[in-house]
Nanobody, 126 residues
Framework: QVQLVESGGGLVQAGGSLRLSCLASGRTYSTYAMGWFRQAPGKEREFVAAMYWSGGGTYYADSVKGRFAISRDGAKKTVCLQMSSLKPEDTAVYYC???????????????????WGQGTQVTVSS
């Protein structure tokens, strides 16, 4: 069974940068779309960024647009989230997600993903 493993989280000061990585295991793994979501204490999981594996398009939440960038490495089956100009409100557990089947539904909704990583903590101090 395919597993997603996030890494790269940590503690950073406001204005700093972090790069999150998500590695997909499984020799025959394939995906239609990859996304990043985050969940802060007491809040629901929210969309951060997503992309079609084919490279057809990338999407970002308004709160991170211009600061975060999602990318992929097809050979390594890895998706990354480059985060810059971090703010305290970016503090959350970040989850990598995969949708392995094609669908007409938007890839910005958590309910459309069928595989999830365990999450990695990102803490931004003032």
């Amino acid at each position: 069974q395919v597993q997603l493993v996030e890494s790269g989280g940590g503690l950073v000061q406001a204005g700093g940068s972090l790069r999150l990585s998500c590695l997909a295991s499984g020799r025959t793994y394939s995906t239609y779309a990859m996304g990043w979501f985050r969940q802060a204490p007491g809040k629901e999981r929210e969309f951060v960024a997503a992309m079609y594996w084919s490279g057809g398009g990338t999407y970002y939440a308004d709160s991170v647009k211009g600061r975060f960038a999602i990318s992929r490495d097809g050979a390594k089956k890895t998706v990354c989230l480059q985060m810059s100009s971090l703010k305290p409100e970016d503090t959350a557990v970040y989850y990598c997600a995969s949708r392995t089947r094609t669908a007409a539904a938007p890839i910005t909704r958590a309910g459309e993903y069928n595989l999830w990583g365990q999450g990695t903590q990102v803490t931004v101090s003032s």
